[in-house]
């Protein structure tokens, strides 16, 4: 059973560490997912990543998490990239031939996510083809114009993809920290193991050789 | 009254306005601005996660000092990540009326608006001038996509130094 910090309820998922109640994730705020995301696909990421590593200490799984939300924002940014575009797309359309005040924008950009989609009907396929032909644009430049038009916020998007990666950088290294630490300590334990073994055998040699 | 016309009315009466006068609606004015509370120091130790999270993070064998580093620097980094997706959920909204209205047709409602006062058309042309440059604003925001983006934007700084400091007290723990 694993304790799912996304919504406080138990679901039947392996966690590959040994005892819950060791768990830092309980402790933490839980990373949130919106209405319209996958759980489902959210755990499995984070189950995949946990399972790259081999016996993970409590903190490295309370990293890991972290890690799985950063993949899962870039997932989000990628998406509003393309929403951008949509909108901008809206936009001119909508201000086409100087009909800003003749086509409400809400209505346009409705109606541009479906025909986008494949999923307009006849009549709203026939009007954004409308208004295509009124403002003399083909779809491909109108997503030309968009892209240069939303280039601001686009850029905004990819500091915030970039800064993420950077995030997934930082945390990589901080989980490598940890497994390389606890590597040190049990050969740590081991030599100092062998040491003491040595003494002893030393110990019981040097009392043999006493002359009694 | 018309839709439009009682929202032109309502706006310009705004204007007039010289803030709150009570003291409590003072205290509520003087957060208006307040937009995630990062800026604000934490006092994770009072916490009660705080002291859990110590004592599980001591049992991986890291000493008293990075215990509390590590500590501090994860709850502060889920400080942050809460109000970078509260500001992704909750983007700045879209005045619509504005965005959409149009200026020019609207130049007799502010003249009548304004009539009472006995003003002059300067006093149209200035309001009227005025909604214009808050219009060019509204436009420039773009939808709700585009407000997010720039919500989320500027918290990356935020982003930045709490997955360092976290890093930073990993690493050296």
Partial sequence: MLYNVHFGIYVDVAMPV???SKSLLPFLSSPKLLPNESESEFQSGLQSLLSELDNPSPLAVALVSQLNESLWWIKRHTVDKELLLHEAMARLLAKAGNHWDTYDNHKVSEALERYLNGSADKDEAAWIDEILAESKLILPDLRVRAFKDAAKHIKMVDDLIHRQHQTMR???RSIDSI????????RMDLELAALESKQSVKEVSSLD???S | ??????????RCNALKSTGPRSASGKRASSQNSRKHGLN?????????EYQALVDLIAEEGFSGFACADITAGLLNYRRVMDAYYDTYISPEPVDEFLRDANVKASNPIFRELLSPSGSE??????MAAFFASLQRQERRKGGPVSRRSAGTHKLIRYQRNAI?????AVRQG
């Fill in chain 1, 18 to 20: 040994e005892d819950n």
């Fill in chain 2, 164 to 168: 360092a400091r976290l890093s930073r």
């Fill in chain 2, 40 to 48: 604000s120091a934490p006092d994770f130790e009072s916490s009660l």
């Fill in chain 1, 179 to 186: 497994g390389y630490k606890s590597r040190l300590i049990k």
């Fill in chain 2, 121 to 126: 058309p300067q006093d149209v042309r200035e």
């Fill in chain 1, 209 to 211: 050789a006493k002359p």
């Fill in chain 2, 1 to 10: 009254m018309p839709n439009h016309r009682r929202n032109l009315a309502n």
């Fill in chain 1, 170 to 172: 930082h945390l990589q």
